[in-house]
């Protein structure tokens, strides 16, 4: 299949951009970046929009330190934060999880705005997302608007960004230096999407937090003492079975994704 | 058996780059997709919703006003839409008079995807937005997911002439009475999947009108002949249609049935205008023939020291909706059932039901490697039950050449297990320690045997030119399609051996029914064999035919001549092919040949069930080892070793020996640890490539091919097939290093990794 | 739209509409072949292309949004008679078959090698992980790109 007719536009800045979307009236207007997800789906016939508002050309990339804080651009790619020395040493937990998004080539192409909008549940930089903590900042008719991370993921491909918000960039925030950061997914075959990933931070006094993917209808959250959380994780999930696995086997690998998170993230916390 | 007793070597044996490589890897060379004629037509298929339904209404009345729509087909439009699998005197007699399939869904849809109409359109836009628009109003049928349930009694009818395709029924020795008077006997039965061939090129071809009303197809096949099935659904005379193979972007089976070609013939027929038609990568997973699952149920016996007593084997498959090549797969199923093993009881009862699911036809392997599964499963529980080892029992029940397989084939050629199997331990060493704590490593070994040529009923020939141009270059005209094996480029390295010419300097017109003498299927594993010996049968006479002129022009005696270096040659003097043929077309001394090679027959098929003599020219025989690490917290299966030996006979190109080799075994993992296509009560739910999972580079493993040489086979230099051969051992190997690892073994595939991780 | 691109060093300009990809304009109205569809994925990579010097998977992008950039594909890595060190390695070593995956291949080693992701042959292995081949098994592919890394650091 190919994908259907639809209209295009290219804004050249982010207002233009929300007043061609708050101006859609009732036509399905779809954002679109770096496409990796949504182009695809097009041409599966998944997605049929009317009209497509491409970000791809707004200087929205970029990852800069602010405070505790690292704000990445909407438009930065997969591949920075996969390659790039400073994208590496700022978010060490995204660099790994990137490595697992896609093939190279979507890792070249996909962005990290468009991954947290798209918000497919089996996706890993919404899970590092969450782990982080921290705010997705948005822009729509009345200005900016930031979003909690644990408030922007809704549902299987569903966030809190408004018909007409776009997203401009994300801030997360970073864990202390004496925490340690540790990502784990199991995936059929290399670079498919995760059967189910973890990414964890664990505090030196044990304290952790550890964040799902792929086992529910967006990431999870779990919080508490390290070595209690793989069976609370495990107790609490309530992934759905699908052509590849049963449910019951997805909620076994989110109990070995936690573990096996959670002891990288002890094992760096020690380094 | 060599056609002529050659002594190969100049240039068969080197590991030659393959002539049509260059092309490939600049990216010139042209495939189905890649060709187009001005004013081309786009067609696609509106293709079923369900999996059994009849069909109320088909409107196409909206998706005709679609403007750009030239034309919308539906059955009605087809000339003859009754498409039958039989060549005249040949596939007629095997068990397929009931291979009959639709070329567009009439009144009934049988699998999800079935085709029901075609529309022509000025654009893709137009003909998809039109598509779209045809109404189709269906009243669902009862769906048949199970082939042994669709042969009880009372079952839902896929077809009214009942759900049975094909049996074959078959008794050597006295079964119960061995099983009885054994000192072990073991029970287990096996079950495989549905799976797809996944070639990286989908379906895809352009046909036009050519002169003398010839419509011509050109289409990613491996088998040109459907121009004569082609004819026959538009009612012309065979000449009337041709079809024409470009390089095809790999075939494995799955493009041995006709694809694109007729629909492309209808709507050139319909409207006179050039069309083209390319199948979207969920098309064909969704609609494309796959492989038979089988469910195999395997007794097998034997004596205190390991020897079978005998086989008592089931095996039902489901062949999906329409029968196609049903009945013989069942049959390579059947002859190699009992494994390259002797055994003087065997009771054989194999059938093959119709159910909803897509047609099962051709796939690598063809029926011969699924059950591999299940004797070679049998072999390591008889071997624990005796508590001997793997391989050393296979050692004492391996068949010898002059055996008699069950189905009462003699075997007239080396069988080369034994050898195999000890070049294969010895390359083993020791097993392998865990990498990391709470992993497991496991080793298993798998012998397999695979037949090459087509069954002897259906009296194989090919047929080669070999000849010059006048300017002394050496040229092949043969109907061959090459899909990725290196077909043509092993017979470019045939025809330079026996004329002594470079193989870089010869060029080879392939795979056009009009105009390329025709040289059967490329399928099967039998072109190196039957095109190969074409080709040197072809060349040999024409050597023989230059000969006496040769040796004049280089003042010799015949038998001193020697072709070699591009021209003849006697001692010291030369004479360079154009000026030899330049002399021969003065004298009117032929300077090309076309040769037939027929394969040699059998004896006669007599009845419709059971028979019993010769069926296949001959077999290539395997043994591989794999060792293999597991997760068994999450079933995660790293490969760390695999090794596979073969014995070719003689390898004309070693390197597309090995590549054969290597792609068949990776082919052959995804099918043991991931490849599957989902139904869900007949809906095909794994119809994007994303769901489909073959091997990607990391999953597979390093390959050690072991390629021995018996020097016997019945191909050109005694080489024997390997293109299906390696694909054989691969899921029983796994199952055995499986069990090894995990202490229990695996027996429905594909294993994945939750069947790991819950085993 | 007019859609404006520099392809294989040669300047293109041409209508095309917003919902044709950029592997549909490459083919049909670019003439450039040579580029696969294999999937329309994303997944098999057969319709690899540098994107502005980057590997992406041509059915994945939309043509507009190539607007102004540099194409490359195979071609641009084959002349008359020559080819890059990579693909004569491939020839040599057998790592070409059926060939349809073979142009992908091309690109996405190249840029492996360039981005220093060929280290290793399992590092070799996870950047062609978006290359499906069904015919080679892959390991002869692997070792032209081991083969073409070290003649590119002997040069």
């Known amino acids: 299949m190919i994908p259907r007719p639809f209209d295009y536009e290219r804004p050249r800045s982010v207002e233009e951009a929300v007043s061609i979307l708050a101006g859609a009236g009732g036509r399905d207007a779809k954002v679109i970046a770096g496409g990796q997800s949504l182009v695809p789906m097009l041409s599966l016939g998944l997605a049929r929009p009317d009209v497509l508002v491409d970000l791809s050309r707004l200087e929205l990339n970029g990852i800069e330190a602010v405070d505790r804080r690292v704000r990445i651009g909407a438009t930065t790619c997969h591949r920075t934060l996969e390659l790039d020395p400073e994208a590496r040493r700022l978010l060490p937990l995204a660099a790994e999880a990137a490595r697992h998004v896609g093939n190279p080539r979507v890792r070249n192409r996909g962005t990290f705005g468009g991954s947290l909008a798209h918000a497919d549940p089996a996706a890993e930089l919404p899970v590092v997302a969450v782990a982080h903590g921290g705010e997705v900042v948005a822009h729509g008719p009345g200005g900016e608007r930031r979003i909690p991370l644990a408030e922007f993921f809704l549902g299987y491909l569903e966030t809190a960004l408004g018909p007409d918000e776009v997203l401009v960039a994300v801030e997360l925030e970073r864990p202390p230096e004496t925490s340690g950061v540790g990502f784990h997914e199991e995936a059929q075959r290399a670079d498919d999407f995760a059967l189910a990933c973890a990414a964890a931070v664990v505090a030196p006094d044990g304290h952790a937090r550890v964040v799902l993917g792929g086992v529910g209808d967006r990431p999870l959250r779990f919080e508490g003492p390290t070595d209690e959380l793989p069976a609370a994780v495990e107790a609490a999930v309530e992934p759905e079975e699908d052509v590849f696995v049963s449910a019951a086997f997805r909620r076994r690998l989110a109990g070995v994704c936690a573990r096996r998170a959670l002891a990288r993230a002890k094992e760096d916390a020690g380094a | 058996m060599s056609v002529v007793g050659e002594r190969p070597a100049r240039v068969v044996g080197r590991a030659l780059v393959r002539h049509d490589a260059l092309e490939k890897v600049a990216g010139r060379t042209r495939y189905a997709a890649d060709f187009g004629l001005p004013g081309m037509l786009h067609a696609v298929l509106k293709r079923a919703d369900l999996p059994h339904a009849r069909l109320l209404r088909v409107d196409t009345s909206a998706a005709e006003a679609v403007p750009g729509v030239a034309s919308v087909l539906t059955a009605k439009d087809v000339p003859e839409n009754t498409v039958w699998v039989d060549v005249p005197g040949q596939t007629f007699q095997v068990g397929a008079l009931k291979a009959r399939t639709n070329v567009l869904a009439d009144g009934v849809v049988r699998y999800h995807g079935e085709p029901i109409a075609i529309v022509a359109a000025e654009t893709e836009d137009a003909a998809l937005a039109s598509v779209e628009l045809i109404d189709v109003e269906y009243e669902e049928l009862p769906v048949v997911t199970d082939a042994e349930a669709a042969l009880e009694e009372g079952a839902p009818l896929v077809h009214e002439q009942g759900n049975l395709i094909a049996s074959w029924q078959l008794q050597e020795g006295n079964v119960d009475a061995a099983l009885n008077a054994t000192h072990a006997v073991v029970e287990q039965s096996y079950e495989t999947q549905f799976v797809d061939h996944a070639y990286l090129e989908p379906e895809a071809g352009v046909a036009w009108l050519d002169t003398d009303g010839v419509i011509t197809v050109r289409a990613a096949t491996q088998v040109i002949e459907h121009f004569r099935d082609l004819a026959r659904i538009l009612r012309v005379p065979d000449n009337r249609v041709r079809v024409i193979a470009p390089y095809v972007g790999g075939g494995f089976g799955g493009k041995e049935d006709m694809t694109v070609e007729p629909y492309l013939a209808l709507v050139v027929q319909r409207t006179g205008r050039p069309v083209k038609m390319v199948w979207s990568r969920s098309e064909s997973l969704l609609a494309r023939e796959k492989r038979h699952p089988m469910k195999l149920r395997y007794r097998t016996a034997c004596d205190a020291e390991g020897r079978l007593l005998a086989q008592d084997i089931g095996i039902v498959a489901d062949g999906g909706a329409y029968a196609l090549l049903s009945a013989l797969v069942l049959l390579y199923a059947t002859t190699c059932s009992q494994g390259p093993y002797r055994c003087p009881n065997v009771r054989i009862d194999a059938r093959v039901a119709y159910t909803n699911h897509t047609p099962a036809s051709a796939m690598r392997g063809f029926g011969a490697m699924q059950v591999a599964l299940g004797y070679e499963g049998q072999m390591d529980l008889l071997a624990a039950e005796l508590g001997l080892d793997p391989l050393e029992l296979r050692r004492r029940n391996f068949l010898e050449g002059g055996d008699t397989l069950a189905v009462g084939q003699t075997l007239d050629t080396h069988v080369a297990l034994p050898d195999l199997a000890d070049r294969v331990e010895a390359a083993l060493g020791p097993k392998p320690e865990p990498s990391t704590r709470g992993r497991r490593v496991g080793r298993g070994v798998a012998c397999n045997l695979q037949p090459y040529g087509r069954c002897v009923w259906l009296n194989d020939w090919s047929s080669a030119w070999v000849g010059f141009e006048l300017d002394g270059t050496l040229v092949l005209r043969i109907g061959v399609p090459d899909i990725g094996g290196g077909q043509a480029s092993s017979l470019v390295q045939l025809a330079g051996e026996v004329l002594g010419v470079d193989p870089a300097e010869v060029v080879i017109h392939i795979g056009d029914s009009a105009l390329t003498p025709l040289t059967g299927t490329t399928t099967a594993t039998r072109q190196l064999y039957m095109s190969g010996n074409a080709v040197l049968q072809a060349a040999g006479e024409l050597r023989e035919e230059l000969r006496p002129l040769a040796a004049e022009l280089l003042e010799a005696e015949p038998d001193d001549v020697e072709f070699a270096g591009g021209g003849a040659r006697s001692g010291e003097r030369h004479v360079a092919f154009r000026d030899l043929i330049a002399a021969a077309a003065k004298r009117q001394v032929p300077w090309h040949r076309l040769s037939i090679f027929r394969a040699p027959g059998g004896d006669a098929w007599r009845s419709e069930a059971s028979w019993r003599g010769r069926v296949f020219p001959d077999f290539t025989y395997g043994c591989h080892a794999v060792d293999l690490e597991v997760d068994p917290e999450t079933g995660r299966i790293d490969v760390l070793r695999y090794l596979a030996a073969h014995d070719v006979g003689r390898a004309i190109n070693p390197q597309s020996v090995e590549g054969q080799i290597e792609g068949a075994v990776v082919m052959g993992l995804g099918y043991a640890l991931s490849e599957r296509v989902v139904y869900e009560d007949g809906v095909n739910l794994t119809g994007a490539f994303a769901q489909y999972l073959i091997p990607t580079a990391v999953e597979a493993p390093e390959i050690e091919p072991i390629v021995v040489e018996s020097g016997e086979g019945v191909g050109p230099f005694s080489a024997r097939g390997i293109g299906e051969p390696p694909v054989g051992a691969v899921a029983p190997a796994v199952a055995a290093a499986l069990a090894d690892a995990l202490g229990r073994r695996l027996t429905v595939l594909p294993f994945t990794r939750e069947r790991v991780a819950e085993a | ?155």
């Open chain 3, 1 to 155: 739209m007019m859609l404006e691109l520099l392809l294989n060093g040669r300047r293109l300009r041409e209508p095309v509409e917003p919902h044709v990809t950029l592997l549909r304009f490459l083919r049909d109205q670019a003439g450039a072949s040579e580029v696969k569809y294999g999937c329309g994925e994303g997944v098999c990579g057969a319709c690899t292309v540098f994107l502005d010097a980057v590997a992406v998977n041509a059915c994945s992008v939309l043509a507009v949004q190539a607007e102004g950039a540099r194409v490359e594909t195979v071609s641009a890595f084959a002349g008359d008679g020559s080819l890059h060190p990579l693909q004569q390695e491939l020839i040599e070593r057998g790592a070409v078959q059926c060939g349809f995956c073979t142009p992908g291949v091309v690109l996405g080693s190249i840029e492996a090698v360039r981005l220093g992701l060929a280290g290793d042959r399992m590092t070799i292995r996870r950047s062609l992980a978006g290359n499906l081949c069904r015919c080679t098994g892959y390991g002869k592919i692997v070792e032209a790109v081991e083969a073409y890394r070290d003649g590119e650091g002997a040069a």
